[in-house]
């Protein structure tokens, strides 16, 4: 081949390899993370899965800078329909939302029943002792709120009658408020349940025993569901890859739980322990605890009696997200 010819094709070569292999160096940039506001209701065990999601770094391996905010139910509600946050972890507050027409829906389910236990001051011996009583909540309207009321429902109570139902806020300030004797009962998750139980406080009732329905999951607007379903599978495939880890690592989780709730190894463990079996394997949404929620709107005549499960959750991005992880 001639020497002219030769350095032809070896330049026509050499360029079309750089036009089809990009640049690359040590430096180079990877793709920006996309910024996310998600409320939650309370520092607790409730919302143990978007913690492990951020503090092991779940979020951002999928590409999503996670900022986790505390708000009441009805604030993040607000913020959420505003666009002042983009999700919430209020599942009971978004189902009864989208019920009553808002243009939100459920996307997953973290716990498949709440596991509040009813813990009451020495003097209280038994649920049936509480009427009359006093009883500490973290809102009115939360799943928090409707699990005392469908447990108290359970022993005979009223609970707009027999007792007083009082919303404190945050698990923390319940349990301070307790403890100074402001409250009868409180109603609380791990670790403040254990926490109480170690310091000889009698735990009456668990509500996991009476009440079947999702306790905390994902939730947001329409909207956003039609037109950033990317963001959505992100942190979707996070918090899959946060209930895999709490299933399958009860030593990681126990260490975030010690440092995220400012405890010590003892009593994580025992908090983990306590808590484990109630969380989702897949983050699917059950329809049937869905139904449970909807059908006290619907005794209450808070929601026709015509809206079904499927007209408050949105199924499909789960079911994408899990097919994406691979199963």
């Given at each position: 081949?001639?020497?002219?010819?030769?350095?032809?094709y070896?330049?026509l070569?050499?360029?079309?390899t750089?036009?089809?292999?990009?640049?690359?160096?040590p430096?180079?940039?990877?793709?920006?993370?996309e910024?996310?506001r998600?409320?939650?209701?309370?520092?607790?065990?409730?919302?143990?899965v978007?913690?492990?999601?951020?503090?092991?770094?779940?979020?951002?391996?999928?590409?999503?800078?996670?900022?986790?905010?505390?708000?009441?139910?009805?604030?993040?509600?607000?913020?959420?329909?505003?666009?002042?946050?983009?999700?919430v972890?209020?599942?009971?507050?978004?189902?009864?939302?989208?019920?009553k027409?808002?243009?939100?829906r459920a996307v997953?389910?973290?716990i498949?029943?709440?596991?509040?236990?009813f813990?009451?001051?020495?003097?209280?011996?038994s649920?049936k002792d509480?009427?009359?009583?006093?009883?500490?909540?973290?809102?009115?309207?939360?799943?928090?709120?409707?699990?005392?009321?469908?447990?108290?429902?359970?022993?005979?109570?009223?609970p707009?009658?027999?007792v007083?139902?009082?919303?404190?806020?945050?698990e923390?300030?319940?349990?301070?408020a307790?403890?100074?004797g402001?409250?009868?009962?409180i109603?609380?998750?791990?670790?403040?349940?254990?926490l109480?139980?170690?310091?000889?406080?009698?735990l009456?009732?668990?509500?996991?025993q009476?009440?079947?329905?999702?306790?905390?999951?994902?939730?947001?607007?329409?909207?956003?569901?039609?037109?950033n379903?990317?963001?959505?599978?992100?942190?979707?495939?996070?918090?899959?890859?946060?209930?895999?880890f709490?299933?399958?690592n009860?030593?990681?989780t126990?260490?975030?739980?010690?440092?995220?709730?400012?405890?010590?190894?003892?009593?994580a463990?025992?908090?983990?322990?306590?808590?484990?079996?109630?969380?989702?394997?897949?983050?699917?949404?059950?329809?049937?605890?869905v139904?449970?929620?909807?059908?006290?709107?619907k005794?209450?005549?808070?929601?026709?009696?015509?809206?079904?499960?499927?007209?408050v959750?949105?199924?499909s991005?789960?079911?994408?997200?899990?097919?994406?992880?691979?199963?």
């Amino acid at each position: 081949m001639k020497p002219k010819l030769l350095a032809f094709y070896f330049t026509l070569g050499f360029t079309a390899t750089l036009l089809i292999v990009p640049a690359s160096s040590p430096g180079q940039e990877k793709p920006a993370l996309e910024k996310v506001r998600i409320a939650v209701a309370t520092s607790s065990m409730a919302f143990l899965v978007p913690f492990v999601a951020k503090d092991r770094g779940l979020y951002l391996k999928n590409g999503a800078e996670v900022e986790l905010i505390q708000m009441r139910p009805n604030v993040a509600m607000a913020a959420l329909l505003s666009g002042d946050i983009d999700y919430v972890e209020l599942i009971g507050s978004i189902i009864r939302s989208a019920a009553k027409g808002i243009p939100v829906r459920a996307v997953s389910t973290s716990i498949k029943a709440p596991f509040f236990s009813f813990v009451a001051q020495s003097k209280y011996k038994s649920m049936k002792d509480l009427k009359g009583a006093t009883i500490g909540l973290a809102s009115i309207g939360g799943t928090n709120y409707i699990s005392t009321r469908l447990t108290l429902r359970h022993f005979g109570f009223d609970p707009d009658k027999d007792v007083k139902l009082l919303a404190i806020g945050d698990e923390k300030l319940m349990y301070d408020a307790f403890k100074i004797g402001r409250v009868d009962c409180i109603v609380v998750a791990p670790p403040y349940s254990v926490l109480a139980k170690r310091e000889g406080y009698p735990l009456l009732a668990h509500t996991a025993q009476y009440v079947t329905m999702p306790f905390s999951g994902l939730g947001t607007t329409i909207e956003r569901i039609k037109n950033n379903r990317g963001q959505i599978k992100k942190i979707l495939k996070s918090e899959i890859e946060a209930l895999r880890f709490i299933q399958s690592n009860a030593a990681g989780t126990t260490d975030v739980i010690r440092k995220r709730f400012n405890m010590d190894e003892k009593l994580a463990r025992e908090s983990y322990d306590v808590s484990v079996d109630a969380f989702s394997r897949d983050g699917r949404v059950p329809l049937d605890g869905v139904d449970i929620l909807l059908q006290i709107e619907k005794d209450a005549r808070q929601i026709l009696p015509t809206v079904t499960p499927q007209m408050v959750v949105e199924p499909s991005l789960a079911e994408e997200a899990l097919k994406e992880l691979g199963r």
